[in-house]
């Protein structure tokens, strides 16, 4: 069994920061490619940022200069530092994780984190 946890959401005011965390845990192997994800209400899921198992990042247009993705290969942790958030950013976060299991590889989700940004 493979759980995926995200933590660290909450309400910050416009300009402020949070730092949101995904953690892999159970029977796995090891994890490949990584990402944060964001969901409206009513919206599709959008991407927000990748890391690959080596280190690579993407970014949405709409986050580069102020979003760090990262990662710590020996704890199954992702993190996202995010920075200069604006009522915009506010949004359900998801991590997204790729997981190799004894059945082979496969894609987990978590159950979200809450970002909420004021004026």
């Known amino acids: 069994q493979v759980r995926v946890v995200e933590s660290g959401g909450g309400l910050v005011q416009s300009g402020g920061s949070l730092r949101l965390s995904c953690e892999v845990s159970?029977?796995?192997?090891?994890?490949?490619?990584m990402g944060w994800y964001r969901q409206a209400p009513g919206n599709q899921r959008e991407m927000v940022a990748t890391?690959?198992?080596?280190?690579?990042?993407n970014y949405a247009d709409s986050v580069k200069g102020r979003f760090t993705i990262s990662r710590d290969n020996g704890k199954n942790m992702m993190y996202l530092q995010m920075n200069s958030l604006t009522p915009e950013d506010t949004d359900e976060y998801y991590c997204?994780?790729?997981?190799?299991?004894?059945?082979?590889?496969?894609?987990?989700w978590g159950q979200g984190t809450q970002v909420a940004v004021s004026l």
């Open positions: 997204k994780a790729e997981v190799l299991v004894m059945t082979g590889q496969a894609d987990y």
């Open positions: 159970g029977d796995i192997f090891h994890v490949e490619d």
């Open positions: 890391i690959s198992i080596l280190g690579a990042t």
